[in-house]
């Protein structure tokens, strides 16, 4: 059941975010660099909390949110992503990637790689960071860790 609230002046309840609401929101999640995301100019995203499609401290910034509600939110740097772990940076064999992937692919410096997850769980990426015989080298850190984000909310609707 959603806990829901009164507005004021009009009387009309709104139902709050809750840690397994799913919601239809409107976000920019942006850093230094300028914007990561930002649905503000088209479709407004869907999801639901607790399933780990936004970190957690995203999702934390949302809990108590009403709908309509808009907010914005400073995430220090290491609070969204976390920080750097130098063991998720790991040397894979080609032949292992040719049986993850398509057999004899070539990898750049800088592209992304989505990779299966064990057991049918999804899927996870990594980062190539370098090349040599036989082994790519990979970063499976998320691209934003370490980094300070602005997490920009519109609320549309709770479920």
């Keep these: 059941m959603n806990s829901n609230t009164k507005d004021p002046i009009s009387g009309a309840s ?52 009403a709908e309509g509600e808009r907010g914005t939110f400073k995430l220090a740097e290491g609070e969204a992503f976390g920080t750097h772990n130098p063991e998720m940076v790991q040397w894979v064999s080609s032949a292992l990637l040719d049986k993850l992937g398509t057999p004899g692919e070539q990898y750049t410096v800088g592209e992304v ?13 990594g980062a190539v960071k370098a090349l040599r015989e036989g082994e790519v080298l990979f970063d499976f850190n998320h691209p934003l860790v370490d980094q300070a984000l602005t997490f920009e909310v519109l609320v549309i609707g709770v479920l």
């Design 113 to 125: 790689v989505e990779f299966p997850a064990p057991e049918g769980q999804g899927t996870y990426a």
């Design 14 to 65: 709104s139902s709050l975010v809750k840690e397994d609401s799913f919601l239809t929101l409107h976000y920019r999640l942006s850093g230094a660099n300028g914007d990561v995301i930002n649905t503000f100019d088209g479709k407004p995203a869907t999801l639901s909390l607790g399933t780990g499609e936004l970190s957690q401290a995203m999702e934390r910034c949302l809990i108590g949110m």
